[in-house]
């Protein structure tokens, strides 16, 4: 085995047995912390797909955490009021139909914005998939009929076959396993000649499209598969927080999945899981000791950005000796 | 009619603040190219320190020359300090760099002044309102604030049209690189746009701020309308800025004013009232996309 896929190994190993030493070590707020981090690390994962190797800085990646969070919610939401979504469509509290849902939706948004910021590039393509996430938030706060500004309330995590999904461990092994296979998922799909073509598109556009290659369609296939990332990441921080809200899809939670995509080190596949456990432990941590913890993570993010090349990854690898 | 009229005034106002903003930005967009997101922070600062001053000398006419000159110092500091550095980076860096000077700035702001919204009262001269049309009260606050905007812009467009500084302002926005290789001090010019921009942004924060709430977070929620004028307008042009300006203003508000009325002649009331206020948020970025996929670089966009 690779000294890589080892490493690999040994972490997940120690991400399961994250409840056991949470109980042991009286720390319960564990679970929670590595649980969101995981979350947070698919979602600036799937960004980063489209970031780092498609060289595509879209604004608006929120919008897309917050669809696929608001299906579970939608559908919740008609399962306990046993009413239908449109009148048609029965709720549900079944997570082998809501995840796969979360992620369709999640795709069809990615689709119609994609399919029209893609047409601009450079400052306007930043600006116009901010627009777009925007007005899906604006759409949502004034859906009072989803609680509006307030969000939806999931009084019980989606059910699987089988498993108690009310025990905190059991939820939090379930998003162990969905992390893992979107991490393979995802290591494939960068090495893939799909992969190898978005990364071509990002270093030289014209020579991709002089050597034959329709750059618009798969920027946009490109584009589509990372809102269908960032949705399924949306489903399950609305099933483990068991709430829905409006504030998934501000536009600083967009830029706090870019900080997250640069902390770790963009256009790497690990890299944006280490951003998400640096930022949210810097967060939670920070926050511990002073109120003004926005003022230190500012800091940080400045040093960061103007300082270092391949934010903390390529800081690892810089003291490893490695390239 | 009457409430027309009032509320395209109002539109007015809110057009030449978003003006006064998105001409420093759409400069420093054009001849810099860097995306600023910070350029609301300097709004938020002018109106902090031009309201805090006024509220401590008693006098709006000493907190607007102070909260000037200090938000153009910190504009200068910002620029000297940060964003030259960003200039030769992408726009990755640069949204990242100015989306933590934002973090920063807000914090400061918390640290120095609290969390409490700062309130002030209208200048004495200004604190009546005039009769502008038979059974229609404008307060003469409002009034000075557009008229101030459009002078500004008049003056503005003398600076860059008349003037040899403008002159290479112009240059700089159609090609950086020409304009440096014929030996213009590039770094000094960059560090006066910016200053400028800063004391614009400045303006519009102290003007603001007998009207909007003063508090943290207020540079954020303009700054992304500000962009989307930028945007609309075409980066790098001041006319653009203008005419997007008012235009979004205007829309913006009669959005606002209207649209929960229109739907609460369908359906319920509090429903009507979400649905439209939500509804008329989403009115300018909507606009700015249909903007950009018929024009992909915005109406007047310069170097173009």
């Known amino acids: 085995m690779r000294k890589e896929n080892i490493g690999l190994v040994v972490l997940l190993l120690l991400l399961i047995a994250v409840p056991f030493i949470a109980e042991m070590t009286g720390q319960l707020s564990l679970i929670r912390l590595v649980g969101q981090i995981l979350i947070f690390g698919i979602a600036a994962s799937s960004l980063n797909f489209i970031l780092g190797y498609g060289g595509m800085i879209s604004f608006g990646h929120a919008a ?110 379930v998003i162990v396993c969905v992390t893992a296979v979107y991490f393979l998922a995802m290591r494939r799909l960068v090495h893939s000649s799909f992969g190898a073509i978005i990364a071509g598109i990002r270093q030289n556009e ?3 499209a002089a050597l034959g290659i329709s750059t618009y369609r798969y920027k946009l296939v490109a584009f589509v598969l990372s809102g269908m990332g960032a949705g399924l990441a949306g489903a399950l921080m609305v099933n483990f927080l068991r709430f829905a809200s409006p504030d998934m899809m501000h536009w600083t939670r967009s830029g706090e999945l870019m900080i997250m995509v640069i902390l770790g080190g963009v256009g790497t596949v690990i890299g944006p899981f280490i951003g998400a456990a640096a930022l949210v432990a810097l967060e939670t941590n920070i926050a511990r000791w002073t109120e003004h913890w926005h003022l230190y993570i500012g800091l940080i993010l400045l040093v960061v950005v103007l300082a270092t090349k391949g934010g903390i990854l390529g800081l690892i690898r810089k003291v490893g000796g490695r390239k | 009619m009457v409430l027309i009229v009032e509320q395209l005034l109002n539109g007015l106002q809110y057009g030449v603040t978003l003006f006064l903003l998105a001409a420093g930005l759409t400069l420093i967009f054009g001849i810099m190219g860097v995306i600023n997101l910070a350029h609301g922070a300097l709004y938020m600062i002018g109106a902090f320190v031009g309201t805090w001053v006024a509220l401590q000398s008693g006098s709006f006419w000493i907190g607007l020359p102070v909260g000037l000159a200090v938000t153009a110092a910190v504009g200068v500091a910002m620029e000297v300090g940060i964003i030259r550095r960003l200039y030769a980076r992408d726009h990755l860096d640069q949204v990242l760099a100015t989306f933590a000077l934002i973090l920063i700035f807000n914090e400061a702001m918390v640290l120095i002044f609290g969390r409490r919204p700062l309130r002030t009262n209208l200048p004495e001269i200004f604190s009546g309102s005039v009769e502008i049309m038979p059974g229609l009260p404008y307060p003469i606050y409002r ?79 303009i700054i992304l309308a500000t962009f989307v004028v930028v945007v609309i307008g075409g980066v790098g042009s001041v006319k653009g800025a203008f005419i997007a300006g008012l ?58």
């Open chain 1, 64 to 173: 897309f955490f917050g669809v696929g969070g608001y299906v579970v919610g939608v559908m919740y939401h008609h399962f306990d009021q046993g009413t239908a979504f449109l009148g048609i469509i029965p709720g549900t509290d079944q997570m082998l139909v809501t995840l796969p849902l979360a992620i369709v939706v999640a795709g069809l948004a990615a689709a119609l914005v994609g399919a029209l910021s893609l047409r601009t590039s450079g400052v306007q393509f930043i600006m116009i998939t901010l627009a777009f996430a925007q007005m899906f938030f604006f759409l949502v706060v004034s859906l009072k009929t989803y609680g509006g500004e307030d969000g939806i309330m999931v009084r019980r995590t989606n059910d699987l076959p089988f498993l108690n999904m009310r025990d905190k461990a059991t939820l939090y092994w």
């Open chain 2, 247 to 304: 235009l979004l203003g205007m829309i913006d508000t009669m959005l606002r004013a209207f649209l929960p009325r229109v739907l609460a002649g369908f359906m319920d009331g509090s429903d009507a009232q979400a649905l439209g206020s939500g509804v008329s948020s989403m009115g300018i970025y909507l606009m700015m996309a249909l903007v950009l996929l018929i024009r992909p670089r915005g109406l007047f966009a310069a170097g173009a």
């Open chain 1, 206 to 208: 014209r020579r991709m």
């Open chain 2, 143 to 221: 009034l000075f604030v557009i008229v101030v905007g459009l002078l500004v812009a008049l003056g503005l467009y003398i600076l860059i049209n008349k003037t040899r500084v403008g002159m290479l302002v112009r240059a700089g926005a159609t090609n950086r690189a020409m304009v440096q290789a014929l030996g213009v001090d590039i770094g000094r010019l960059y560090t006066v746009v910016f200053a400028l921009g800063a004391l614009l942004a400045g303006l519009a924060g102290i003007m603001a701020s007998p009207i909007v709430s003063v508090q943290v977070g207020m540079g954020e929620e």
